[in-house]
């Protein structure tokens, strides 16, 4: 089962965000039966999700340590003794 190449065009577009109302809806209705196209929708969605996910990490690994050493030493008290009770 192959699908026609403008349905393959409406996914990137969709995903790129980037889709006039009226393509969508027809490629809605495209994902509704046909399967393939589902789960290659579902696959690009997984991969995007993944690497917004891990553009998160390119904060210093140490930021928060970093964040805490830098309070005055007093406040530091306060808010752990905040946690304690
Ligand atoms: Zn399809």
């Not at 065009?9 to 196209?37: A, N, V, W």
């Amino acid at each position: 089962m192959s699908c026609p190449e403008h349905i393959v065009q409406l996914i990137h577009k969709y995903l790129d965000g980037d889709i006039p109302s009226e393509d969508e809806s027809r490629l809605k209705k495209h994902i509704q039966s046909c399967e393939g196209c589902r789960k290659h929708l579902h696959e690009m969605e997984k991969s995007i999700a993944l690497v917004q996910s891990t553009s998160h990490l390119t904060a210093p690994a140490n930021f928060t340590a970093n964040v805490l050493a830098n309070l005055p030493k007093e406040k530091r008290t306060v808010s752990i003794n905040r946690w304690v009770k």
